[in-house]
């Protein structure tokens, strides 16, 4: 979760910059109002293209890490029930033998056997 925060603030801190830098730069650049105003439109054109590519790849990273946690989950989920499965075996065999020795017991007893 950490790594997507840092990913996000530095997103945030390039884009600030970006245009921080570019609105310095035409602030002191040596043009005619028509030229700045052109060159504010090439630059927002390509601000825009660069935030709609970066958004289309953080997009597709955030798709990958969730198909990778669904495969985890997905393969968490079988082991847990595989040893669930084991373990109930396990206490199943254990509840025969129980039982099988309290019938031995009750036998050597004399005591009515247990059916």
Known sequence: MSERDEFGAFLVGFVVGGLTGAVVALLFAPQSGEE????????????RDKAQVTAEEAYARAEQVAA????????????????????????????????????????????????
């Open 36 to 47: 700045t105003r052109a060159l504010i439109k090439d630059k927002s054109i390509e601000l």
């Open 68 to 115: 990778d946690a669904r495969a985890r989950a997905e393969e968490l989920t079988k082991e847990a029930r595989t040893r669930a499965a084991e373990l109930a075996s396990e206490v199943r065999e254990r509840g025969k033998s129980a039982v099988d020795a309290v019938r031995k017991t009750k036998k050597s007893d004399g005591e009515v056997t247990i059916s």
